[in-house]
């Protein structure tokens, strides 16, 4: 089955800086990658997904880039800012139809100092 | 306000007993995942549900059991309880197709004593 590896496990980074996670994942069938974000005793939230035809996508100073033939994927968050600090998870599933359950990397805590 | 509901938000019970989670999912939404998130695991999947009929399963053990009813909320039920079950568990819908994405609930956090 599936297997997402998510690196690092933790990220520190002055306000205004760039932080990028990123993630590996096994099953070249996969062909979803969303990245949710978890903010203290609330469940994951999606900030942005990316689907294998496509290898970059870009929502105001968050992006998240594709490569296929490597499997790996990540999330780049420029200009970051206090209220980014929370859990982030990687996720890779084969969607389709009715099936297409999510496998989670172990997520990222980023923390940004004013 | 996510769109899915789950409850309760709290639950604390002891070893052995059995209790019910609940979850509505997003309006027009089929399926339904159950996720368990614990501090050194992470969000591992236990089990998926579309139109009421089991479609995927993961890691779930076999003291836990689901299921989804007509109007497509679902309940995940655990019995035998153990103080490792303790954790959060989630609920997410989603709809058809590749832009649907999932949506979780704000999750209902377990605590067996």
Excluded: M
């Excluded at chain 1, 996670?21 to 903010?39: L, M």
């Excluded at chain 2, 002891?14 to 209790?19: D, E, I």
């Amino acid at each position: 089955g599936e297997n997402v590896e998510q690196h690092p496990s933790t990220l520190s980074v002055q306000e205004g800086d760039s932080a990028v996670i990123k993630c590996t994942y096994s099953d070249s069938a996969s062909n979803y990658f969303p990245w949710y974000k978890q903010e203290l005793g609330k469940g994951p939230q999606l900030i942005i997904d990316i689907r294998s035809n496509v290898g970059e996508k870009k929502d105001q100073r968050i992006a998240v880039t594709l490569n296929k033939t490597a499997k790996h994927f990540s999330l780049h968050i420029t200009e970051t800012q206090p209220e980014d600090s929370a859990v982030y998870f990687c996720a890779a599933s084969i969607y389709g139809g009715s099936q297409g359950n999510l496998i989670f990397g172990k997520g990222t805590k980023l923390s940004v100092k004013p | 306000d996510s769109g899915v509901t789950q409850t309760p938000k709290h639950l604390i019970t002891a070893t052995g007993q059995r209790v019910t989670l609940r979850c509505s999912p997003r309006s027009g939404d089929l399926s339904v995942y159950w996720y368990q998130q614990s501090l050194d695991q992470g969000l591992q999947f236990l089990i998926q549900y579309y139109n009421g009929e089991e479609r995927a399963k993961g890691n779930i053990l076999e003291r836990f059991s689901a299921q989804q009813f007509p109007d497509l909320h679902s309940e995940l039920n655990l019995s035998s309880l153990e103080l490792g079950d303790s954790a959060l568990y989630f609920c997410a819908s989603s709809g058809e197709g590749v832009g649907s994405g999932y949506t979780f609930g704000s999750g209902t956090r377990l605590t067996v004593v």
